[in-house]
């Protein structure tokens, strides 16, 4: 956990929710069973007005919804809020066949009788957790039901044959969502009223170059203004409707970077973090090209570090 918040502090990030955030983690604290859930993002957030809104909103008790584009630092965001709260994290990414079982718990023999054993959402219930709904929009009636009652401002949930679940008073969560994707629907207005929405921006140079620069301080000048040209010129292509959004992948960028640390050459390191994310091959081609513009084959680690 934190011992300070230097990093929201740099951001020039409100003092005095900085100063309720030591409060709140003071108030908190988190059981030993699961501290091991309380990590460290790999990726920073940048990014003043959306951590104060977030900051502000889990202050308050309320849940968040992260909307936007992919590639837009949705989960970078989340996991960075829990790290900051220092709360231990579920993760539960909705897909056609997430069901009430896989949230609330299934039954199991256990001590000679039927005991309830809990699933993500009640064990985040009950350890005071953060809650990152992934792709909330492909969640389906079963499993809306339960998000109902959990995002409820009553804040318990009902389990038919069992006691009901009151949610821990640090217990918050954040969806996130995609527009577009396959599988994925509108959110029902009931759902919607039970968060406050955050529509996150694309990612501009100021904030790929923080995010470099944090992850990666030996990197050279002219390396990082390369590789955060090549993010936005692939990120332009993509908003234009050149090529999918596959390639847009912060976390593959920076295993890219973390491969030519180890000695990789840049453009084989692109290739896998990169270029390979799409399989379509005349739009790889484009996105090589793109690459191949901004960093050039001859250059090798010692060109980025």
Known sequence: MLSDYHYLREQGVNEKLIQDLERYAAAYPVEEEVKNRVNRPEIPFYGKEILEMSVAALLQGENLLLTGAKATGKNVLAENLAWLFGRPVYNISFHVNT???ELIG?????NNEVQLRRGSISRCAQYGGFGILDEINMAKNDAISVLHAALDYRRSIDVPGYEKIDLHPATRFIGTMNYGYAGTRELNEALVSRFLVIDMPAHTEETLTYVLKQMFPDMKEKACRQLVGLFLDLQLKAENGEISTKCLDLR????????????????LALR???????FDLFEKEIIQDVVSTRIPDTWTSDDIF
């Not at 299934?106 to 256990?110: A, G, L, S, V």
């Not at 890219?256 to 050459?265: C, D, E, I, P, Y």
């Not at 896998?272 to 799409?278: A, L, P, Q």
């Open 99 to 101: 069901g009430s079982e």
């Open 252 to 267: 593959g960028l920076a295993e890219a970077v973390r491969t030519m640390k180890r000695g990789l050459s840049p453009f």
């Open 272 to 278: 896998m973090g990169i270029v390979n994310k799409s």
């Open 106 to 110: 299934t039954d199991t023999f256990r």
